[in-house]
Nanobody, 115 residues
Framework: QVQLTESGGGLVQAGGSLRLSCAPSRSIFSGNDMGWYRQAPGTQRELVAAIIRGVSTSYADSVKGRFTISTDMAKNTVYLQMNSLKPEDTAVYYC?????????WGQGTQVTVAA
């Protein structure tokens, strides 16, 4: 089992910024994928951003140019920098760790963007 500790959510005004952090209990390495997903009330969980095999990144069209996913290997932490936030970014954000043993999820952190 992999435990994921998330932090950084909160309430922010539209146009503001937040940075989410996720620290897995297992070391991040090139063989696994890390990602951030979000789920708003009444919607399905969707991919926001991901780092694939530690090399390539992928973003939802709705966040391209505003969000950046990154990894600090020394701190074993993955970040999601969110800039120019919009009310439609309001959701619970979940960290995801995926390797050969399975798919693991954080408990979620609430992000609320006020208009």
């Amino acid at each position: 089992q992999v435990q994921l500790t998330e932090s950084g959510g909160g309430l922010v005004q539209a146009g503001g910024s937040l940075r989410l952090s996720c620290a897995p209990s297992r070391s991040i390495f090139s063989g696994n994928d890390m990602g951030w997903y979000r789920q708003a009330p009444g919607t399905q969980r969707e991919l926001v951003a991901a780092i694939i095999r530690g090399v390539s990144t992928s973003y939802a069209d709705s966040v391209k140019g505003r969000f950046t996913i990154s990894t600090d290997m020394a701190k074993n932490t993955v970040y999601l920098q969110m800039n120019s936030l919009k009310p439609e970014d309001t959701a619970v954000y979940y960290c995801n760790f995926r390797d050969w043993t399975g798919d693991y999820w954080g408990q979620g952190t609430q992000v609320t963007v006020a208009a």
